[in-house]
């Protein structure tokens, strides 16, 4: 599950007036897996790591942490830990059995958010940019531009994660990026899994009569019913301005003919009401609940709904009903050059699901051929991140992007707060912005993911760790590709979102060199599109007035928050 835990909204555009300033409250959470491509097996993720796959079983080192300051401003000087917070105190209850852990940190010292799997920013970003606009700068999610790549972190042997923490200095004055990666075991497309039962919930209003919108889900549904195994199950359900149940529940077997028809029996209407669509949608679902299975609601829209409940949070509370009563989740699928990004995300958040974007038939086998039928089966429920900074090494930190992912630092071990659902194959990645003391040695941070067992329910735990020595290494330096990549899509993120850039930031048309040597040692067509996208942004851009202070990295002080 992956309710998103919304500060205020007072805090909210404080954080977005403060753009540009490191926060050393960083309470973000991540959204993530790399639905949008994967990395050539060259991009390694090498050099600069100081990584772990361990269980949590961190001691006195995670005893000094640095402390978060308000809106980013100031020095962070060491300070003692809080009454009731020293060192050696009992672990909080829910411990997985039989585990020891590491006594927390005082809450300030940390980041925690939800593990997530979105990658629609960046898909629509790119569909945008091709088209000869910027982006909305609103619906610009740096944690979706980093977790559209797939980097080649290790994978357990287990149905939990592996956790890498790595990094490398960014060449502004004390500032590094640090990276945290987890990963789960990926499917065996073979072997055994649980049964799927997919309600595709289609728009056929008239704004998907555009090309690339009804014909692309059409083209995507095919595909899916030729590889869904025959066990699964699906049922379809089409939404104007009524919604028409064209096939209920179905297991596939020797129904495949029947589900095609059904699919081209889809034909665009007139207007869009999206909450008819996801009442019929939910309650065929329900109906056709499987006990056992993956019981998921894929939605296939553009998200702009004219009629009916338009509000998102009209449309919330069924979805939230459906979820908590039957585990049934929310997959978005996102389509069309104009498209209801904040609506399809705050749909998917609220079904512990996520959310993709396609432009081609391309995009759409990879998601529907490659991804949905792995992604059916479970690693994880529940999953949160921690990342603990040591005070005594660490001046400042700030999370990039997952500002509306935030989960209270307290509540990491409280299993009865939602996390983020995650699948077979998934990775996902948090980057941070860290300006170290001078002469830092020793631990910079530790990063502890918490999920619970998919089957028995059972929290489990495992820490990774990352030393000063890792971050020497300059980033754009050799061996660094993974890491390089990461870095070219928070940058480029950043900058099309307007936030004034992070330390060190490159200029786009460097960053799109970058990019290009990246595709050249590894042979990535993936790579490739990013670095035509970040070139077409840096042309849009280019026609625009600079604003005013606006940082770049030719500034003097090399440091955009001094």
């Keep these: 599950m992956k309710r998103p835990h919304r500060r205020s909204t007072a805090r909210s555009a404080a954080r977005s007036a403060a753009g540009s300033t490191v926060r ?97 920013s960046y898909g629509y970003a790119r569909r945008s940019l091709a088209e000869g606009r910027l982006p909305d700068p609103a619906t610009v999610r740096p944690e979706e531009f980093v977790n559209s790549f797939r980097p080649d972190y290790p994978r357990p042997a287990d149905d939990g994660f592996s956790v890498t923490v790595d990094g490398a200095a960014t060449g502004a004055a004390g500032w590094s990026l640090v990276r945290v990666g987890l990963a789960t075991r990926g499917a065996d497309r073979a072997g055994e899994r649980p049964p799927a039962a997919l309600t595709f919930v289609v728009d056929v209003s008239g704004s998907m009569n555009e090309p690339g919108r009804l014909d692309l889900a059409q083209h995507a549904l095919r595909l899916a019913a030729d590889e869904l195994r025959d066990d699964d199950s699906v049922a379809l359900v089409a939404f104007s301005d009524e919604a028409e149940t064209l096939l209920p529940m179905t297991r596939l077997g020797d129904a495949r003919g029947r589900v095609r028809e059904a699919v081209d029996s889809l034909a665009v209407r007139s207007s869009t009401n999206l909450e008819a669509g996801l009442r019929t949608g939910y309650d065929v679902a329900s109906e056709g609940h499987r006990k056992g299975a993956t019981n998921r609601v894929v939605l296939l829209s553009d998200a702009l709904a004219n009629t009916g409940e338009t509000a998102a949070d009209a449309l919330l509370g069924r979805i939230d009903e459906q979820r908590r009563e039957k585990g049934i989740t929310l997959f978005g699928v996102g389509v069309g050059s104009d498209y209801g990004d904040e609506l399809m995300e705050r749909l998917a958040d609220k079904g512990d699901g996520q959310t993709t974007y396609v432009s081609t038939r391309e995009q759409a086998r990879k998601v529907f051929v490659d991804q949905l039928p792995a992604q059916v089966e479970l690693r994880a429920r529940d999953a949160k991140a921690q990342v603990a900074f040591d005070r005594e090494t660490v001046e400042r930190f700030r999370l990039i992007g997952y500002e509306n992912r935030e989960v209270a630092d307290e509540d990491f071990r409280n299993d009865r707060v939602d996390g983020g659902e995650v699948g077979a194959g998934h990775t996902v990645t948090a980057l941070y912005a860290v300006k170290t003391r001078p002469g830092a040695s020793g631990r910079i941070a530790t990063a502890t993911v918490r999920w619970l067992d998919p089957d028995s329910r059972s929290p489990q735990e495992r820490s990774g760790t990352v030393e000063a020595g890792a971050l020497r290494a300059g980033l754009w330096g050799g061996g660094h590709d993974s890491l390089q990549l990461s870095a070219i899509a928070a940058y480029f993120a950043e900058e099309l979102r307007g936030g004034g850039g992070l330390p060190g930031a490159p200029r786009l048309g460097e960053l799109a060199g970058y990019a290009d040597a990246l595709r050249g040692r590894s042979g990535s067509a993936v790579v490739g599109e990013l670095a035509e996208a970040v070139r077409q942004a840096d042309r849009l851009i280019g026609e625009r007035p600079s604003q005013e202070g606006e940082f770049r990295s030719g500034d003097p002080s090399g440091d955009p928050y001094a």
């Design 24 to 120: 050393g409250t960083a309470r973000g959470t991540v959204r993530s897996a790399a639905l949008a491509g994967a990395l050539a097996a060259a991009l390694l993720a090498g050099g600069c790591a100081g990584s772990a796959n361990d269980s949590a079983k961190e001691s006195a080192d995670h005893r000094r942490t640095a402390p978060r300051l308000p809106n980013g401003g100031g020095t962070a000087a060491p300070t003692a830990p809080a009454d009731g917070q020293a060192d050696g105190r009992d672990a909080p209850s829910g411990a997985p059995e039989g585990e020891q852990r590491a006594p927390s940190p005082a809450p300030d010292y940390l980041s925690t958010f939800a593990l997530d799997v979105d990658t629609a």
